[in-house]
């Protein structure tokens, strides 16, 4: 069964640091585009970072260049999502999600995992 499992939410005060995990299970992310989004009661579903898993090639949202990072570790077909310097912001769902290159929907979806930042 095909299933994307984030982990790595948390509560953190403004200007810390969290690391978000999102797993695969029953697919592979080899020739895949893999996208951390962000969605906050009342506000538009946000594309936070990108990665395409073929060339590495990433990239980000204004609102977080610079201070997050996405990456992929091949052997434990897994990626993700280095958030620095929060901001209060940041406080959202975080969810991952999954599309082959040659579409532009994406069809595989984690359930989400809560990030929190407080000042």
């Known amino acids: 069964q095909v299933q994307l499992v984030e982990s790595g939410g948390g509560s953190v005060q403004a200007g810390g640091s969290l690391r978000l995990s999102c797993a695969a299970s029953?697919?592979?992310?080899?020739?895949?585009?893999v996208a951390w989004f962000r969605q906050t009661p009342g506000k538009e579903r946000e594309l936070v970072a990108l990665?395409?898993?073929?060339?590495?090639?990433?990239s980000y949202a204004d609102a977080v260049k610079g201070r997050f990072t996405i990456s992929q570790d091949n052997v434990k077909n897994t990626v993700y999502l280095q958030m620095n310097s929060l901001k209060t912001e940041d406080t959202a769902i975080y969810y991952c999600a999954s599309r082959p290159f040659w579409t532009g929907e994406y069809n595989v979806w984690g359930q989400g995992t809560q990030v929190t930042v407080s000042s």
């Open positions: 029953g697919y592979s992310f080899s020739s895949k585009y």
């Open positions: 990665i395409y898993t073929n060339s590495g090639g990433t």
